[in-house]
């Protein structure tokens, strides 16, 4: 079966400067007058593509989106992703690891985080102006190379996510930033543990809630209970497996702490609509 590639940054195994830590590059500089097309895989890296003109579909976590003009997607280390562009797109391309933008400010971390749970936005020509503006001004720094540059990039890239918070601030009033703050926590914690732990109370536990408070939380952020989001993300991590191994299903259903296999058989035949082992044939 294919096996999806994990890309690296800079194709390096190891990054011995923080230059080999970060990259920028204009689409139209990627394409040269080309489309591109990029098979499904995955990266241990921030992935940020921003399209200031464009058409093509990028599917990221099974989820298919089309790419327009003034949209933006934001991809998470180990997103599994696959890309079309068509020539004559523009905008950039902005990539990244933590080791290189790991912001200490709780403030500055939230908007990281943020940013990471909202893989696709479209905005309004003046919007997204304000976003390209920092970005051109990234490129810039990145070309030129002055002294001080990575320290000015860094800098930039606080501004960027706070200009990418402005313009996707969707009007929920300041008392409401509390209940966010709290679902992008949980949803950060599933990310991190849901391999091993797939009770509601193993969250609550951590977040010092009650059940009965975060599932206030995450129906009124997502409109979903937090047992149908942890279904969603054990669902999202046995589909990562099935791809990007060719382990057997008995071993991915013990990667995921199912002790009997045939119970994980189930619950993906029951949340996915077909087996394990036909969705992976689909991408054969």
Do not use: W
């Amino acid at each position: 079966m294919k096996i999806i590639p994990v890309r690296k940054l800079n194709n390096l195994q190891q990054y011995t400067s923080d230059a080999q830590r970060f990259n920028i590059r204009r689409i139209e500089d990627i394409l040269q007058g080309k489309d591109l097309i990029h098979d499904l895989h995955r990266h241990n890296f921030f992935f940020i593509l921003s399209v200031q003109h464009g058409k093509g579909n990028h599917e990221i976590d099974f989820t298919s989106f089309r790419v327009l003009d003034h949209s933006l997607f934001f991809l998470r280390p180990g997103q599994v992703h696959q890309l079309e562009l068509k020539a004559g797109s523009s905008g950039y391309l902005l990539e990244f690891n933590i080791e290189f933008y790991n912001p200490k400010d709780p403030v500055a971390k939230q908007r990281l985080r943020k940013a990471g749970n909202n893989n696709y936005c479209i905005f309004r020509k003046d919007q997204f102006e304000r976003i390209h503006t920092v970005l051109t001004s990234l490129f810039r720094e990145y070309s030129t190379k002055e002294e001080g540059y990575l320290d000015v990039i860094r800098a930039g890239l606080e501004i960027f996510f706070i200009e990418l918070a402005r313009q996707t601030h969707d009007g929920v009033k300041a008392t409401n930033n509390y209940t966010q703050e709290r679902y992008e926590e949980f949803l950060e914690l599933l990310d991190r543990h849901i391999t091993r732990h797939k009770q509601v109370s193993f969250y609550t536990n951590l977040m010092s809630l009650s059940a009965y408070q975060l599932n206030e939380i995450t129906k009124s952020s997502a409109d979903k209970t937090a047992s149908q989001l942890i279904n969603e993300q054990i669902l999202l991590e046995a589909k990562r497996f099935l791809i990007a191994t060719p382990n057997q299903v008995k071993e991915i259903a013990d990667q995921l702490g199912y002790e009997d296999p045939s119970y994980f058989i189930r619950f993906f035949k029951k949340h996915a609509g077909h087996s394990p082992e036909a969705f992976r044939e689909g991408f054969k």
